[in-house]
């Protein structure tokens, strides 16, 4: 089996040769830019240009050596744009190394120090502040004026994770045939050049766009308090992402194997939602968006959510959802033998292969080795399973440990690093 063929062969039940790996093919799979230069550093990798694709979480590009290092089967859609050295342009992480970052994110340094990154009407919407390491939302579009849906896609635009985020292939607009053509020529080369697993990043977050316009807890308290209104925007806003989804897998939609959806539904001690609220507001709406996913495409369907999110899970597969990320084992209701035997037949987990909160982290390499086989031995019987640590692989982590991590993916698949 080539890497594309292992990963399909898995989220259809079926055994692969080798369990699949992931490394970097969504944006809660990759690694910080900080500890990727280290990474390659102690791998003795050659010297590469540090390419930062995602601002907020500062993501680093995953290069082609260490993809074929740890035997990864998977890419996202995004490495298929900006191949030119003027698609970047110069920047600096926390620490002062020198990395690049795409050319039409425009973040300004302040004299305090902050990293600060503005809308189109020159509203800062996002601060690096001195001494962190990723930056945070400060502009919530609609927390002042709620009521106004008119200009729900301007107001889209504006938050940091749809707006500033906006990594490669950039900002384009679904809606415009020039822009689709561009997308069309770069997923269809990225396709062309490689046998691994395309997954498409598309976005579709219903709950959580809820909170980066309105703030989280004006979003909880309109749910709860002004239910008909919250149905109206849901409405506005699944529709936006319906008219986009169809310019989305117009252009991408035989080029890529797994469309991702995200929707942070959980927290550690378990759902931010009851059941009774998901299934009133989101399922229908997610089960109208995946619908309308296989009537365009022959692609499967991920959704990214953090935490405990085991109580909806019966709700997503019946609406049509295909994997779930990062899964997080260490929240509530999340361990793998629980998840396995519950939905192991219906769904394939694509993550929890290895703890970044406690034993990634902290860990020694044998600890991390003896983590990792054990949660393969549970995860990987029957297929539905795609290796991957629980989401990005922060900028403390040791090198030794992320080798530790996949050296025993490797060494469960009867291969070596």
């Not at 919407?125 to 301007?154: C, R, W």
Request: proline share 6%.
């Amino acid at each position: 089996m080539n890497s594309r063929q292992r990963v399909v062969a898995s989220m259809n039940g079926k055994a692969p040769d080798a369990v699949p790996v992931d490394f970097g093919a969504h944006r809660s799979s990759g690694i910080m830019a900080l500890a990727y230069a280290r990474l390659r550093e102690y791998l003795g990798l050659p010297k590469m240009t540090l390419r930062v694709y995602d601002i907020p979480q500062q993501l680093a590009v995953i290069d082609d050596d260490v993809l074929d290092l740890f035997h990864a089967d998977t890419i996202e859609l995004g490495r298929g744009f900006c191949l030119q050295e003027e698609d970047w342009k110069p920047w600096e992480l926390p620490d002062g190394t020198p990395c690049v970052i795409p050319s039409w994110i425009n973040p300004a340094k302040h004299a305090s120090g902050d990293w600060v990154i503005c809308t189109d009407q020159g509203v800062p919407s996002a601060v690096q502040k001195q001494g962190t390491l990723y930056f945070e939302t400060i502009h919530y579009p609609m927390q002042e004026d709620p009521y106004v849906l008119k200009n729900l896609e301007k107001a889209v635009s504006r938050t940091m994770w749809t707006g500033t985020a906006a990594a490669p292939p950039g900002p384009i607009s679904l809606q415009d045939e020039a822009d689709l053509a561009y997308l069309r020529r770069g997923a269809e080369a990225l396709r062309r050049s490689t046998d691994r697993a395309v997954v498409g990043l598309f976005g579709g977050n219903l709950f959580e766009l809820g909170q980066w316009l309105f703030g989280m807890e004006n979003f909880f308290s309109m749910l709860a308090s002004e239910p008909d209104y919250m149905h109206q925007f849901l409405d506005r806003l699944t529709e936006m992402h319906l008219k986009n989804l169809e310019g989305f897998l117009k252009a991408a939609g035989s080029s890529i194997d797994v469309i991702a959806f995200g929707d942070d539904l959980g927290m550690q001690t378990g759902p931010l939602i009851s059941p009774a609220m998901f299934r009133d507001f989101f399922k229908p709406r997610q089960q109208r968006m995946w619908a309308r996913v296989k009537e365009l495409s022959d692609v499967k369907i991920m959704i990214h959510s953090c935490g405990g999110i085991a109580g909806f899970l019966d709700d997503m597969i019946d609406a049509g959802l295909d994997a779930v990320n990062p899964v997080q084992i260490q929240s509530a209701g999340m361990e793998p033998e629980q998840l396995k035997q519950r939905f192991g037949s219906r769904i394939t987990f694509w993550g929890g292969g290895c703890d970044t909160q406690e034993v990634l982290n902290y860990g020694t390499p044998e600890t991390i080795r003896e983590h990792v086989l054990r949660n393969l031995e549970v995860f990987s019987p029957g297929g539905r399973y795609v290796f991957q640590q629980v989401h990005n692989i922060m900028a403390d982590i040791p090198p030794e440990n992320i080798t530790a991590m996949f050296k025993a993916a490797a060494e469960f698949n009867g291969r070596s690093l």
